[in-house]
């Protein structure tokens, strides 16, 4: 199976929200998928100057990839730069990597802060992210559904309902 950058996202969030999600389980109306894809009014902070192409290669699929430039550029809703959404687009980076696209680096838009971050490939990159990849055949793998992690990022979570059906 081919992961998704969605994939090592919930990776960096939460075990259980990977297995839920590789497992076919979605929420759905709630998820967050479905929210990322409705950043249309967000995505007018791209600059428009620029020529985006939507890329799709080897299960990852791109938005807004600056082909000339070899820019990655990905839209949060986030109000905060989370280490899920630098691990997201690391991965992309490697997947294009792989397929002999080298050089690329990546954008980070959270349009609600009005903030870029930018994020480069660092020497190491490949064995921490394929580290990762290991992790998460691993996680999803296993039969049962991790245990819930009770945090606060509960609150936000697609599978919050899910997650705390059962709970007292
Ligand atoms: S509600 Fe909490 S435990 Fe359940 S999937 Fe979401 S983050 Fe994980």
Redesign the pocket.
């Known amino acids: 199976m081919n992961l998704t950058g969605t994939h090592i996202a919930y990776f960096h ?5 990977l297995w ?1 999600f590789a497992h076919g389980i979605q929420m759905e109306h709630t998820s967050d998928i479905v929210a990322e894809g409705k950043l249309i009014s967000e995505t007018t902070f791209l600059d428009r100057t620029r020529k985006y192409t939507e890329l799709a290669i080897d299960g990852v699929k791109i938005d807004f990839y600056d082909a000339k430039n070899k820019v990655i550029h990905e839209v949060k809703k986030s109000d905060k730069i989370e280490h899920a959404h630098i691990a997201q687009v690391k991965y992309y980076m490697y997947v294009l990597q792989k397929n002999g696209i080298d050089g690329v680096t990546a954008l980070l838009e959270y349009p609600k802060m009005r903030q870029r971050e930018i994020v480069e490939w660092e020497i190491g990159d490949v064995r921490v992210v394929e580290e990762w990849i290991a992790q998460v055949r691993q996680i999803i793998s296993q039969s049962s559904c991790p245990e ?4 606060p ?2 609150k936000k ?4 309902d ?3 059906a059962t709970e007292s």
């Open positions: 969030t939460c075990h259980r929200k839920l819930l992690i009770k945090k990022i509960c979570c697609s599978y919050f899910f997650c705390y």
